[in-house]
């Protein structure tokens, strides 16, 4: 028998793409400073050549140019149309079967058809393809940043996202499980419940709980009173060890706002790369207390802190626009 796994995000990697802004009418008075947050990203992934191969990807040839401008020497830039820059969504899902790595190309609906940008529709499938890698297609709507894993077969995500009838109206939580094991080879599922106030993914669960090691979840502590996810971060854990599991504690940045609204703020959009843990920062009293929590985590990689506040005002962090390729 050949195991189908999606592999846990620190397991080693080939190469990772990253989504570079490149539409100034989405991203306006922010489109410069968050490419600076974005190459800086890059660049603390591909840490020199002691990381992973960065394929940083553009929309158009003059974001190509101000990419190359900022990101080091080593950091491949490549075009590849698409609406926005969120590829832990829109590319393809990265799984080892057979000894071979090979793509699995979702349907993409625009996080319930809420934001119907064209170009990322197929941008998965056309990764894959310039990649050369074997694709499969499956016809049922799943973002890379609704599942999070641990390499054993062993998932988290949350209902608000899966279960949303924006996402797969016709599928119950017993099929989904089914397509997760068939698809993903994803065999067991945590359910959380709610996902951060006022994301606009419906609850992706890479801003609330990640895997840090076979088995071990991390889970964001409140930070004070006015922390606006401490009731959704209690059911969380509740859960969590309901299953069995007792998860690592992360700090919250706590009440981020923006005009006057919480935003989803999140350290637990890390990406793990082989030599790197960046963490997002938002200027927040926690940022060095999350970066030295997920540092004791991860001692064989350098935790690093990096700005994202202008990614986030696009909706997310490094963790969302980014996508994997494990080795084989």
């Known amino acids: 028998m050949t195991l189908l796994r999606q592999p ?25 400073p968050a490419r600076v947050e974005v190459a800086a990203f890059a660049n603390a992934v591909h840490a020199d050549g002691r990381g992973e191969q960065v394929r940083l990807v553009v929309a158009d040839i003059e974001s190509s140019e101000a990419a190359l401008a900022l990101v080091d020497d080593g950091v491949i830039v490549e075009i590849a149309p698409f609406g926005d820059i969120w590829l832990r969504d829109t590319g393809p899902i990265l799984v080892t079967h057979a000894g071979e790595r090979v793509a699995r190309d979702f ?7 809420k934001y119907e940008l064209p170009g990322d529709e197929d941008v998965g499938g056309r990764l894959a393809d310039a990649a050369k890698l074997a694709t499969t297609r499956h ?3 799943l973002e890379g940043g609704a599942i999070d894993t641990d ?9 608000q996202c899966l279960l949303n009838p924006n996402r797969n109206p016709d599928l119950s939580r017993t ?9 993903l080879g994803l065999d067991r599922v945590l359910w959380l419940g709610e996902g951060l106030a006022n994301d606009h993914t419906d609850g992706h669960v890479d801003n609330l709980a990640r895997f840090v090691a076979p088995g071990v979840l991390a889970l964001p502590v409140p930070a004070g009173e006015d922390d606006p996810n401490a009731d959704v971060y209690a059911d969380a854990w509740a859960r969590a060890r309901a299953f ?8 919250s940045p706590g009440l981020i706002e923006a005009e006057g609204e919480a935003i989803p703020a999140s350290y637990m ?3 793990i790369g082989n030599a790197t843990v960046v963490v997002p920062q938002y200027g927040a009293a926690n940022d060095e207390a999350a970066v030295q929590a997920i540092q004791a985590l991860f001692p ?7 700005h994202a506040d202008h990614i986030l005002t696009g909706g997310g962090s490094f963790h969302c626009i980014s996508q994997q390729a494990p080795s084989i």
Request: glycine share 12%; net charge negative; hydrophobic share 45%.
């Open 175 to 183: 099929e989904i499980e089914a397509r997760l094991a068939n698809d």
């Open 8 to 32: 846990a995000e620190w397991a080693p990697h080939d190469w990772v793409w990253i989504g570079f802004p490149s539409h100034p009418e989405l991203w306006e008075e922010d489109l410069a």
């Open 244 to 251: 069995g599991l007792e998860p690592a504690p992360i700090p």
């Open 151 to 159: 390499g054993t077969g062993l998932a988290v995500t949350t209902e």
């Open 107 to 113: 349907d993409f609906n625009w996080w319930g058809n």
């Open 300 to 306: 064989g990689r350098v935790a690093v802190g990096q």
């Open 139 to 141: 016809g049922w709507v």
């Open 269 to 271: 959009n890390f990406y």
